[in-house]
């Protein structure tokens, strides 16, 4: 498979994985993009050896370890709009990782993940609306 070929499959994959939310640079604009594209969204989420829903509880998990408090909120919103995780699942995970991350890393969560809840909600009844007539 061609670096274009990948490229396409990659971007197509980061529309799936973010629910359409993350907008990636045009092919070649970016080598940075470029090989995100091509490797980890071309080559490893879409392997299917792990569900979706493991690959972002796992994913979910690094960021909090790793203090990430706005990518939590991506991957949260991403999860809840694609069906992966509720808002409670989201939630008890939460309690889980302060346990092993530590308190101030899941304090720092909290605003985030209850943005991304919301948002994604939102979101979500917008797409079951029907356009006025």
């Not at 197509?12 to 939310?21: N, T």
């Not at 980890?40 to 998990?61: H, N, P, Q, V």
């Not at 694609?82 to 409670?88: A, K, L």
């Amino acid at each position: 498979m061609s670096n274009s070929e990948r490229w396409k499959k990659g971007a197509e994959k980061i529309k799936d994985v973010y629910a359409g939310d993350v907008v990636t640079a045009p092919e070649g604009a970016y080598a940075f993009s470029d090989i995100m594209l091509e490797t980890l969204f071309a080559e490893i989420w879409t392997r299917d050896i792990l569900s979706m829903r493991d690959k972002r509880i796992l994913l979910l998990g690094m960021i909090a370890a790793q203090g990430q408090p706005d990518t939590f909120k991506i991957q949260t919103k991403a999860s809840i709009k694609r069906g992966e995780m509720t808002p409670e699942e989201i939630r008890e995970l939460h309690i889980f990782i302060a346990q092993y991350c530590g308190y101030p890393k899941a304090a720092a969560l909290v605003m985030p993940m209850e943005t991304a809840i919301a948002e994604a909600q939102k979101d979500l009844e917008g797409d079951s609306t029907e356009p006025d007539s």
